[in-house]
Every structure is written in C-alpha cells, then in structure tokens.
C-alpha cells in the first residue's frame, strides 16, 4: 500500500492524495490549485503519472479545491468512476460548469487582448470536457458505503459526514488490514448552516486538513458584526459588497441578512442583491438538500425572499456603475467569486473600491496571493482586467462566516479517535499553518505526525 502526495501537501489547495493498492488505484480528491502563480501552474503540469491508470476519484466535497480538476483528468484519459455524496454530484455540477465557462472566457479575452504570454490562449478544460466528465458519478449507497475492487486490492469505503459544506465528507479505507482515513474538510460545530462533523474513532493512518491549523475563530457574533458594518457604511451613503463563495457561504449569507431583517436591524427596504447565478442555483440546492441543514425547513426556504437576482451580465455591469454614482443607492451586493479571483465581483470591486465611502468584506477563508488575500492585508491598490485600481473603500474580512474548523476545533475532532494513529498526514494548509497543527498533535497528543512533501510517496 502506498499513499502518493500529488497535491495540498505544502500549501492550501489542490488536494489530490493517490493510494495505491496494487491492483487498483484510488485518488482522494481531485482539486484545482488557486492562489499563487506558482502553484497555479501546477494545473498544467499534470498528475506525474497516466490518468487512465486510476480506478476511481472518492470525492470528500464539492469545492473546487478539492474537485475542480476533475475536468483535466477525464480529458486526459481517466475513464473510472467517481463517488460522491449526492449533493457533492449536485454541487459539482454547478460548480464544475462555471469554472469551464469562466477559463474559456478567461482564454477569449487573452486572445482577444494580446495578453497572453502564448500564441493561444487555452482553457485547462472545456464546458464540453466537463459535461463529460459528470457522467462519471455515482452516488453513494444511503448508508455512505461501499466496496471497490477484488482480492488483495479489495477496499471496503465509508463516507462519514464532517459539516462544512452540503453533502462534505471524511473518508475511510479500509484494505490490506489497514484503514487510513482522509478528513476532507472539517466544519465547524457552530456552523449557520450545517450540522458539526461526525466522529471517527479509528485510523491507522489518518490524513488531516489544516486551513486554520494556526488560528481560533473570533468570538464575534457574525450577526451582530454584519449588522455594524451595514449600518456604519449606509450613514455615509455607501454600499456594502460581500465577495462570497457561491457555494455555502452565500447561503449563510443570506441567513444572516434575513434574519436581520426580522430583528428589524436591516431595514425592509434596503436593497438586497444577489449577482451569482452560481449562487443562485446552489440556493435552491440547499433548499432541495434542506434535510442536511441544522436550520428548519421554513428558513431554508425563504433565503431568496426579497432578494433581487441579477441575472444578466449586462446587468451587473449597470448595476455596479449606479451603486458608484453620487446618486446610488445604498444597498447590499452578494457577488463571486469569494477571494476575488474572477466573476462578476470583480466589476464592483473596479467601481466601488476607489470611493472610500463603500465597504468590502470578505466573509470566508482568502488563499495566499489571491486578490481577496492582499486586500484583507492591506493592499491600497489592486489589479484588475490588465490594470491597477485604488482601494480606497473600508475593506474587511468576516471570519466568523468561515466553514472550516479552526484549530481548537480540529484538535477536538482529532480527539475522537479512541486510539492514536500509527502515522499521521497534516495536509491542505499553509506551511505555518500546517507546522503549527504538527505541533499541536505532536505535543498534546503524542501521536506521531509529519507534514509530507508535494509529490512524495510513502509506503503504509
């Protein structure tokens, strides 16, 4: 048995984590890299090895760190099946689609603007290469398990709830008499939205996600500190712009404003938009999904009420430009993509960002080198579109909103497991954040544990 490193293994991004058994092949998630340039260049470079020679692709969520390079690798030869949850499916296909659209609208204007470093511009994969590549899911049983391959190589596989996004799961392995265990993504026991993950109790070898491995969520109320943004940024007639993951994070959003609403603490009249169609297709797979949320059936269903949904592009465009007019109105915009990197956020942020009466928050976790990241920390100006843009609005970063455990929280679910692992993996953060993690599982609980390298394979 060995387990191969092909991503998330020294940065935030990119998971991708090979176990081989032999006679069959299995990829633990198949994530894009986003952020630095670097390691955005990573998406070209391939896997290292044949697609064609993986089985299967266990897909813990839908984020497209985590998903969105599957795409590239049915195009380059895979043809096995992916498992998923269903509402991973669902949210993959949402998700999947736009990134195609937004590359190959990212390469038609390179091309049409002479600013392409190549003599074409290409997509890393198409709208076409990706509605290919969904017809590789396969549900999951109700149960969450199943068993893949024969003999020696048989795995018995169970996919356990973590919380942090509909349909997001841990995933266990057991085959060769070992189990190794991969944590997706850990959500939060305080989550808006989703309930806190499920325990694991035992893993010989355990891979661990470390998005926040070196900080603690603020104390704030969310709710409280949405409300003070609005009402500070609306006295000096500005609006406020919320960058937001289509996926999860807008819906929390929309929680929260409602619930604002019926505190009375957002006036009824104050506009409310939501310029996502991403966003707004996976609201109403959140309602379908309702069954997995910790909110009642009634709230879940009343997240778009009163919401205006921009639909066209056309209309983003003219709505940003009102909002950045003396005489605009103040109002609320929901836009993607979360950290800034593309979509339409990005035609608020050219006309909002120079005027220092509007606010920009960002309510989620913002990937080193990612135009949302170097606004959090400070950045006075920003470039967009092939040109540098002022940032003169009031920015901030909401991290109450985010999804994914913070260090206590995954100290807590580490300590679920009834008996210490015999290796421990910590994976999927920043190098201080990760080390940081090592630290504390070394320390607190004795357990022995490293940060592997990008492309290192071990034997288990």
């Known amino acids: 048995m060995k387990l191969s490193f092909l991503g998330a293994a020294d940065c935030v991004t990119g998971s ?8 069959q ?4 998630d198949c994530g894009l890299f986003q952020g630095y340039k670097q390691l955005r260049e990573r998406n070209w470079a391939g896997l290292g090895l044949a697609a064609a020679s993986i089985d299967a692709v266990l897909l813990s969520h839908a984020h497209l760190d985590h998903s969105g390079y599957i795409p590239a690798l049915r195009s380059q030869g895979f043809k096995g099946q992916i498992f998923s949850t269903g509402a991973t499916r669902d949210l993959c296909e949402v998700l999947l689609l736009d990134s195609a659209h937004l590359q190959e609208e990212d390469a038609r204007r390179a091309n049409r603007q002479g600013t392409s470093k190549h003599a074409k511009a290409l997509p890393l994969y198409t709208v076409n290469d990706t509605k290919k590549a969904l017809t590789h899911f396969v549900g ?4 969450g398990r199943l068993k893949l391959g024969h003999g020696e190589s048989q795995a018995e596989i169970r996919f356990v709830p973590v919380g942090h996004l509909l349909g997001a799961c841990a995933i266990s392995i057991s085959a060769q008499g070992k189990t190794l265990v991969y944590s997706g993504d850990i959500g939060r026991n305080n989550d808006l939205l989703m309930p806190g993950p499920q325990r694991i109790e035992a893993a010989d070898v355990l891979l661990i996600e470390s998005t926040y491995g070196n900080r603690l969520h603020p104390a704030e109320d969310v709710q409280t500190r949405l409300a003070q943004i609005l009402r500070n940024t609306f006295k000096r007639g500005g609006s406020v712009l919320l960058p937001s993951f289509a996926v999860g994070r807008a819906q929390s959003l929309l929680l929260v404003l409602q619930r604002l609403r019926e505190t009375g603490e957002l006036a009824q009249d104050v506009p409310i938009y939501l310029d996502s169609p991403m966003a707004a297709q996976a609201t109403q797979l959140t309602i379908k999904h309702k069954k997995l949320l910790r909110i009642a059936a009634s709230e879940a269903a009343g997240l778009c009420e009163g919401v205006q949904l921009v639909t066209k592009g056309a209309d983003s465009l003219k709505l940003a430009a009102s909002l950045a007019s003396t005489r605009g109105r103040p109002s609320i915009v929901i836009s993607a993509s979360g950290m800034a990197t593309g979509g339409r956020v990005l035609n608020y942020i050219e006309t909002l960002a120079p005027q220092a009466r509007h606010h920009i928050a960002f309510p989620g976790f913002q990937v080193g080198g990612s135009r949302g990241a170097k606004m959090v920390e400070g950045a006075r100006e920003i470039k967009l579109h092939g040109k540098y843009v002022a940032v003169n609005a009031e920015v901030s970063h909401l991290e109450g909103f985010s ?17 210490a692992p015999s290796q421990v993996f910590v994976v999927h953060g920043e190098p201080a954040a990760s080390d940081a993690l090592r630290s504390r599982i070394q320390d607190e609980l004795g357990w022995p544990v490293r940060v592997p390298q990008h492309g290192e394979t071990v034997e288990l």
Do not use: C, I, T, V
């Open 25 to 28: 092949r299995l990829l633990l």
């Open 16 to 23: 991708r984590h090979l176990l081989d058994l032999g006679e």
């Open 403 to 419: 999804g994914h455990a913070d260090a206590d929280g995954l100290m807590a679910w580490l300590r679920g497991f009834k008996k």
């Open 140 to 143: 999951l049983p109700r149960d």
